[in-house]
């Protein structure tokens, strides 16, 4: 076993320079192996929850940042940026050790400490580390500055209770006390202090299901008990054989953690993960190499089958299925483990086919890759683009304009900041294939003229090599149908607007003016008259302009005091700039001037083969597009179509690939939900990943699935000719008990520190249901079955799920439900309570609708929940589950879990 003690001198303390673009300090930085923290005072005490951190890039893979500051070459290998989020945001910490000794020691331990708290992060199990982890974390906190010789009086464990987010009586809290000091000396070692938690984290309502299961096998569970819960209750699909692997590897003696490992209060809690999970120990570096011949494994929870399949079995002819049972220690470890996940990944083959054509899967994609902040004046930087990339997603966005030397990226006619096209290119290329080996499709708006568009095809040449593809995979000229995700593996692929292609429509955008990406209009599918089509193409266009200074009136309010906040030297806008807050103004009509044709550089069209960017022409029958022609819409033109054409689109997006994007009102890049756009088989349905809100986590929650590939095969009704899938509409209702919750977390401050001040939590669980508009027709959700559903339960009025956009935001359906409130306990609430939720489907597309379970705090309705799930029903395991819960920027609390279970029957 390698050493992996983190060593003195760093839990100590050691100076470092901090660097940042307006100084550089020196600190004293610590890690706190227990506690899981990076430590350093500065004005005040400043903390980084390992678990927070994103990624950590060191030497060459931070230069970007070192060069952007100014500092010398000589640095680069002393040079550690930890990227990890806090307060709802994403930020950076750039550090320089005094020696490249000292740098190694901290990039080595810091890389294991990080890489066992990201596998406690992925999913449930490894039930014994976490609670070694958990264990060290609290007895550590009590009382810090004790060390090993560390005892805990009965107040000082009264105020652990409080931190633990319990509050028992004192005469309980003593009688727990005076238990767990088993020799009487009136106070708590390490030993009585894991006695102490044992019994405080007993767990009856597992006690309860234990007894019902057992209760007509002797009060045993026995293999015949545990496989009629599987198949009954769980909806276990597994075969016999495997069942039985799974029975007779929680049936077999419990492992417990060995004395010496287990009692000593000296020895770290990275020593216990490591020597109890037998964690790698190889350094995560931020650039893995990939084997484009397999799949990416997903760290999270996995399907039953796969798990059992890769797991080391035990012999069967070491067990006796007849003899041997599950005690209540075997079984909550089970239900606790990822062979009782409640999310199904769903990957392989068997679901996701990667052998379709492009125009058959959902692409994970971004909008305004470049920016991390506001639209209007955030700032342009390469950092979005990492962080896209190595959360799979595989179509970014980068808007080009001329540069003083080389074309540069940034939000045109904003105030934003501006980065090199060069450096862009270069982070997509270093990070486009590491979470994912599925192809990149990136969405370039080309503003420059033609000498840098030149530079343009010159610089993605350089950057991206072979990668790039400039012509037919099969070398075939003609395109009768786009290759697949899997045809492209590794391949980066350019998407822009040949203006060639266009200006061959123009005569017929005269006639009937209906560019549908920067006039916002789109045309009826019936075959109307030129001028019946025109008086409607008229009215649509008042109506629209009427909606847009409604929500540029709402925006730009709400913009004003950032504005305010920014430097007088960028508050006035040049003399010929448009407050517009998109570069092309895409939502606007042009200002009484015909636009002037821009010549386009040959050596940039010969870059768009599958994926040749042209104007919406309109989606009626008259109207051809080539296999490679895709087009973007704006949110507010895709919801016209919606509302009028919905099945055309339909149509059109089960062999061509389409985008849609938020409308430009959007100044605080906030997101709609996608599934609304999913739901008519739009591929490239493209968010701000820079706000982490409700229409963020959908889309999180959609490429979670297929091993987060960024690519998810679309339901069979959205990619095949036959119509009467999509003709076929079904009513079910989701029925959900809230049973317990696990050590929920304590609010925090804005340091990222726990806000002891704060009262004992009284949590609730809010269960809400995002279906999308599946047709016109079927807008809405009978009211009669939404009285039923609030007869059943304390349940809210339906609600439009608005994600803090303008009152005129179009959104999918939301129906919300809640459990009544438990009163000071967030440590292990029991609610017990059953919910039920009437929703509807179209064409069988479960994979469509969407649950978000929230735990908040009673009388916190501003505040975020205190954790938060949120999966496709398509992927979601019936049955007694632990949900794992996450904090609003996504990232899995190591310790707190909500414990369920799920049905869905037929209406």
């Known amino acids: 076993m390698v050493d992996v003690t983190v060593p003195q001198l760093l839990q100590q303390g050691v100076p470092m320079l901090k660097v940042s673009a307006k100084k550089q300090k020196r600190y004293v930085f610590k890690l706190d192996p227990d506690q899981g923290q990076i430590v350093w005072e500065s004005k005040k005490l400043r903390i980084i929850p390992i678990e927070n951190i994103k990624e950590l890039r060191e030497g060459a893979d931070a230069r970007y940042y070192r060069e952007q500051f100014q500092l010398a070459a000589h640095f680069e290998d002393r040079w550690l940026t930890i990227v990890y989020v806090l307060d709802g945001g994403y930020k950076t910490l750039h550090l320089i050790a005094g020696t490249h000794d000292v740098f190694q020691m901290w990039d080595i331990t810091l890389r294991r400490l990080y890489a066992i708290r990201q596998k406690l992060m992925s999913g449930l199990g490894d039930t014994d580390v976490r609670q070694a982890v958990w264990e060290k974390q609290f007895w550590r906190s009590a009382a810090p500055d004790t060390g090993a010789d560390q005892k805990l009086d009965f107040d000082e464990v009264e105020r652990l209770c409080r931190r633990m987010n319990i509050n028992p009586s004192r005469e309980d809290l003593w009688a727990r006390f005076t238990e767990a000091d088993s020799m009487n000396r009136g106070y708590l070692d390490f030993a009585d202090f894991q006695r102490f938690v044992k019994a405080l984290k007993a767990r009856p309502e597992i006690e309860s299901l234990y007894k019902r299961l057992s209760a007509g096998y002797g009060g045993l569970l026995t293999y015949d008990a545990f496989e009629r819960f599987m198949r009954t209750s769980q909806m276990s699909s597994l075969s016999q054989g495997e069942l039985q692997r799974v029975f007779l590897r929680y049936a077999s003696k419990d492992v417990e953690l060995s004395n010496s490992a287990a009692s000593s209060p000296a020895q770290n809690s990275l020593e216990l993960a490591v020597k109890s999970a037998a964690i790698v120990e190889e350094p995560v570096r ?33 067990f006796s299925l007849k003899s041997d049972v599950m005690s209540i220690k075997g079984f909550t470890t089970f239900l606790l483990s990822a062979d009782n996940s409640a999310f199904a990944d769903q990957h392989g083959k068997i679901y996701h086919d990667m052998s379709r054509p492009l125009p058959e899967y959902f692409v994970s994609s971004s909008h305004n890759t470049y920016l991390v ?31 003083d030397v080389e074309p540069v990226v940034y939000h045109g006619r ?39 568009q030149e530079l343009i095809a010159s610089i993605m040449h350089e950057e991206f090599g072979e990668a790039l593809l400039s012509a037919p995979i099969d070398g075939r000229p003609k395109i009768d149908v786009l290759p697949s995700p899997e045809d492209l593996k590794g391949r980066i692929l350019l998407k822009a607007k040949n203006l060639y292609v266009s200006d061959k429509d123009d005569l017929r955008e005269k006639e009937i003016s209906v560019d549908t990406e920067s006039s916002s209009t789109e045309t009826s599918a019936s075959d109307m008259d030129l001028a019946d089509e025109a008086k409607q193409e008229w009215r649509r266009a008042r109506e629209a302009e009427a909606e847009l200074i409604k929500d540029l009136k709402y925006e730009f309010k709400k913009a004003r005091n950032t504005f305010g906040r920014v430097r007088p030297h960028r508050t006035e806008l040049a003399p010929n700039m448009s407050p517009s807050p998109r570069s092309d103004a895409r939502d606007l009509p042009p200002a009484n001037q015909a636009p002037q044709k821009v010549k386009m550089s040959f050596a940039l069209v010969v870059l768009l083969v599958y994926t040749v960017g042209v104007k919406c022409r309109g989606l009626n029958k008259k109207e051809v597009y080539a296999p490679e022609h895709m087009f973007s819409l704006s949110e507010s033109t895709a919801n016209r179509i919606l509302k009028h054409s919905m099945m055309d689109l339909i149509k059109h997006n089960k062999t061509h ?23 008519a088989g739009a591929q490239l349905v493209a968010i701000n990943w820079q706000t982490l809100d409700l229409g963020y986590m959908i889309n999180h929650a959609m490429f979670q699935r297929n091993g987060r590939a960024g690519y998810v095969l679309k339901p069979l009704a959205l990619r095949t000719a036959d119509k009467q899938l999509m003709s076929h509409r079904s009513r079910h209702c989701f029925e959900v008990t809230v049973i317990s919750a696990q050590q929920l977390p304590r609010p925090k401050n804005l340091l990222g520190r726990e806000a002891l001040d704060r009262s004992i939590l009284d949590p609730y669980v809010e269960v809400s249901l995002h279906v999308p508009d599946w047709t016109q027709a079927h807008n809405h959700i009978h009211s009669s079955e939404l009285s039923q559903g609030r007869a059943r339960t304390s349940q809210r009025s339906p609600a439009s799920a608005e994600t803090g956009t303008s009152p005129a935001t179009t959104s999918a359906r939301t129906v919300t439900v809640r459990t009544a409130v438990v009163r000071n306990n967030g440590f292990n609430p029991v609610w017990d309570q059953q919910l039920s939720i009437p929703f509807d489907l179209v064409g069988d597309m479960r994979d469509l609708v969407f649950v978000r379970f929230a735990v908040k705090q009673e009388g916190a309705i501003d505040e975020e929940p205190l954790a938060i799930y949120c999966a496709s029903m398509g992927s979601l395991n ?23 279970k799920l049905g869905i029957h037929d209406l």
């Open 286 to 318: 931020s650039s893995p190499s990939w084997d484009f011949d397999m799949h990416p494994s997903p760290s999270s929870s996995h399907s039953s089958a796969t798990l059992v399949a890769s797991s080391s079995s035990q012999s069967s002819s070491a």
């Open 373 to 403: 902040g506001h639209q209007l004046v955030g700032e342009s930087t390469i950092e979005g683009y990492i962080r896209a990339l190595l959360h799979s997603c595989r179509s970014v966005e980068l808007d080009i304009y001329d540069g």
């Open 414 to 452: 904003t105030l934003t900041t501006k980065v090199l096209l060069r450096d862009a290119c270069a982070a997509i290329n270093k990070y486009a294939f590491v979470a994912s080996p599925y192809p990149i499709i990136i969405s370039a708006e080309i503003h420059c003229s033609v000498p840098q």
């Open 657 to 679: 690939l389409v985008r849609i994007y938020p409308k430009g009102t959007r100044i605080g890049s906030t997101n709609f939900e996608p599934h609304r756009y999913w739901s």
């Open 878 to 900: 019936m049955g007694y589950r632990h949900l794992p819960l996450h904090d609003a920027q996504l990232s899995q609390y190591l310790f707190s879990t909500l414990f369920v």
